[in-house]
Every structure is written in structure tokens, then in C-alpha cells.
């Protein structure tokens, strides 16, 4: 009886081991694009671009080497969405021998609510730019030129372009503000 046993459990055991029966895997589509930004890197160094939240991936960086384009995009519908960080910071002009300060700062936020992209941030504490030059030693700032003005952007997708530019300039006070020109 105990053989008997034995060899049905190892018949069974060998038949469950040998089913290879391989089903076939439907591909998963990607959630549409929520947002895409066009950058023109008019600067004289290489900018790399990093967003949070990519084409379903976190952290996904685009290099832009000077005087080049490209197309940075988010498929985010998280409220949370996505920054657009220039990392580490943007470089100032090659042409001034001790810039100061020696790179700036640059972040665009987007978040996904009622259905749409919305641009909720867009350079606010970004420096060095005017209306954010903190020290009278100053020697460059940074300038945007948006396509369309970001605080009036909402859409599905939200398509804008800016170009970034990095240009020498000397720092002066004007009725209590510093102005880099």
C-alpha cells in the first residue's frame, strides 16, 4: 500500500513539474502624456533636466548640450505631478572668470487636479534672475522666455516651450532692489 501511495504522489509530482504551459502576456499601455516642455538651452554649458516624475519613470534627467532643444514630458495624474529641475543648477557664462554666484537655481512644478495638468510653480525662488539677485557681488544672472505665460497654463496635455538663457551683468541697488544689468 505504501508503494502504491508513493508512486501515485510521485507521478503527480512529476506531471505538475513538466506542465510548461506558457500563457500569453497582453501588453500595458502608458498612461498619455500630461505635460511637455520644450527647452532651449541658450546658455554656453550643457543643462540637464530632471523630472520627478518622467514617462512612467521617477528621477528621468535629459541632458541639453548649449545652443540644443529638447522635449521634456510627465505622464503624471497624481496630484503630486512633477518638477522640472535644472540640476545640479545652472552654470554661469564660461566668459566671467569668478562668477558669483558660482551656479543658480531652477525649478518648475506641475500638478494633476480637476482632470488636468496645471502649472502651479514656475521659477519662483529660482536664482540668480532678477528679482533675485541677493548680493551686490552679483556678476550673471539667468533669464526665461516662455512660449505662453506658465501661470495661465492648464491642459491636457500642458505643451509650452522656454529658452534659458545665462548672461554677465553688474549688480546695482535701485530704490532698495538689487538689479543685475
Not at 13 to 22: Q, R
Not at 45 to 55: C, F
Not at 97 to 114: D, E, I
Request: proline fraction near 5%.
Amino acid at each position: 500500500m505504501k508503494k502504491v501511495l508513493l508512486l501515485m504522489l510521485s507521478t503527480i509530482l512529476l506531471v505538475g513539474c513538466n506542465n510548461k504551459k506558457v500563457e500569453k502576456v497582453e501588453k500595458v499601455e502608458s498612461d498619455p502624456v500630461t505635460v511637455s516642455i520644450t527647452f532651449k538651452n541658450s546658455t554656453d554649458s550643457e543643462i540637464q533636466v530632471k523630472a520627478t516624475y518622467g514617462v512612467d519613470a521617477k528621477d528621468v534627467i535629459t541632458k541639453i548640450a548649449a545652443g540644443e532643444s529638447k522635449v521634456v514630458e510627465s505622464n503624471s495624474h497624481d496630484n503630486a505631478g512633477t518638477d522640472f529641475i535644472i540640476i545640479p543648477g545652472l552654470i554661469a557664462p564660461q566668459s566671467i572668470a569668478q562668477p558669483s554666484p558660482q551656479n543658480g537655481q531652477y525649478r518648475t512644478t506641475y500638478q494633476y487636479f480637476n482632470n488636468a495638468m496645471n502649472c502651479v510653480y514656475w521659477n519662483a525662488s529660482g536664482a540668480p534672475m532678477d528679482g533675485t539677485i541677493y548680493s551686490d557681488d552679483n556678476n550673471w544672472k539667468y533669464t526665461t522666455e516662455w512660449a505662453s505665460d506658465p501661470a495661465k497654463q492648464v491642459g491636457n496635455p500642458l505643451v509650452n516651450s522656454v529658452e534659458i538663457k545665462a548672461v554677465p551683468c553688474v549688480t546695482s541697488t535701485v530704490s532698495g532692489v538689487r538689479v543685475c544689468k
